[in-house]
C-alpha cells in the first residue's frame, strides 16, 4: 500500500506541476512559459512515477519487465480488439447520429488538424496511451488487485485518474464548460473504461501495449471531426452497455476468463 500512496503522490505531483503554466493564470498567475505540447507532457508523469518505482522496488530488472510489457505481443485478437474497436463503435454512432454518414471525419483531428491520422495516433499512443497507462494499469491495477477483485480494484482506480485530470478543469477546452452533470458523466466514462481496460490488462497477462493502444484509439475516436456531440453521446452508450456486459460476463472477481493479475508477470 505504501508504494501506491508513493506512486500517486509522485504522478499528481509531477504531472500537476508540468501543467502548471496551464492552469495556473486560471488563478492570476502568469509567471510560467507555456511549452510546446505542454499538455502532452503532462500525460508523461505517470508512466515516469511507475518506472522509478518498479526502479526503486526491483532494480534495473524491474524496469526491463516494464518495458517488455510494453512491447507484450502475445495476445493479437486483443491487439486488433484495442486498434479497431473504437472505431467501429464510432461509425456504429455515426450510423444513428445526427448528420449523413461519412467517416472523412475520422480522419481528422480537432485538436491538431495539420497532423494525419498516423502521426496523431502516434501522438495519443506515447503520451496518453503509454504515458498513463504503464502507470495507471501497469503499476497500480496489479497492486490494488492483489486485496480486491477486479471490478472494485477498477472503481478505486477510477478515483485515482480522476482526481489526476482536475487540473484540466481550469484550462482545458471540454472541461472548463462542464457543469455538474457533465462531471457525473465524465465519470461514470471514466469508470467503463477503467472496467474495459482492467479486462483487457487482465485477458492479456498485463499487456501495456493493449491498454495503450486502446486508451490511444478511445482519445481519437472522442476527438475526431466525425465525433458530433450527438454521436458522442451514442457512443458512450454503446462503450458503457459493452462495460456492463463485460462484468457480467467475465465476472466482477477477476474481469477476464484466465485471472487478475496482482503481481507482473516477468
Known amino acids: 500500500m505504501r508504494s501506491l500512496i508513493f506512486f500517486f503522490a509522485l504522478a499528481y505531483g ?43 522496488e526491483k532494480g534495473l530488472s524491474g524496469a526491463r519487465m516494464m518495458l517488455m510489457r510494453m512491447i507484450d505481443l502475445r495476445s493479437p485478437v486483443l491487439l486488433v480488439v484495442a486498434l479497431l474497436s473504437p472505431f467501429l463503435l464510432l461509425m456504429a454512432a455515426m450510423a444513428f447520429g445526427d448528420a449523413p454518414f461519412d467517416t472523412t471525419g475520422i480522419w481528422h483531428n480537432r485538436e491538431f488538424p495539420e497532423m494525419g ?11 496518453f496511451g503509454f504515458g498513463e497507462e504503464v502507470g495507471w494499469r501497469g503499476f497500480a491495477l496489479p ?14 482506480l477510477t478515483l485515482f485518474w480522476a482526481i489526476w485530470h482536475w487540473p484540466l478543469f481550469l484550462y482545458r477546452p ?7 452533470a457533465g462531471i457525473a ?5 471514466l469508470l467503463t473504461g477503467s472496467v474495459l481496460l482492467s479486462w ?3 485477458s492479456s497477462r498485463g499487456s501495456l501495449l493493449i491498454v ?16 458530433t456531440p450527438t454521436v458522442v453521446g451514442i457512443m458512450g452508450v454503446l462503450i458503457t452497455v459493452w462495460g456492463i456486459a ?11 476468463r484466465i485471472g487478475r493479475l496482482q503481481e507482473p508477470e516477468a
Not at 497492486?143 to 478505486?156: D, F, I, K, Y
Open 246 to 256: 463485460m462484468v457480467v460476463i467475465m465476472k466482477p472477481k477477476d474481469l477476464s
Open 117 to 127: 491520422f498516423i502521426t496523431f495516433l502516434i501522438y495519443n499512443l506515447v503520451f
Open 174 to 180: 471540454g472541461y472548463v464548460t462542464m457543469d455538474m
Open 185 to 189: 458523466g465524465w465519470i461514470f466514462s
Open 200 to 202: 483487457l490488462f487482465n
Open 212 to 227: 495503450a493502444i486502446f486508451h490511444a484509439t478511445v482519445d481519437i475516436a472522442f476527438t475526431c471531426e466525425a465525433a
Open 143 to 156: 497492486r490494488l488487485q492483489r486485496n480486491m477483485n477486479a471490478l472494485w480494484a477498477s472503481v478505486l
Open 14 to 56: 509531477l504531472s500537476w506541476l508540468i501543467w502548471s503554466p496551464l492552469w495556473l493564470p486560471a488563478l492570476g498567475m502568469t509567471i510560467l512559459p507555456v511549452l510546446p505540447f505542454n499538455h502532452a507532457l503532462g500525460g508523461l508523469a505517470p508512466m515516469l512515477s511507475a518506472f522509478i518505482l518498479i526502479t526503486r
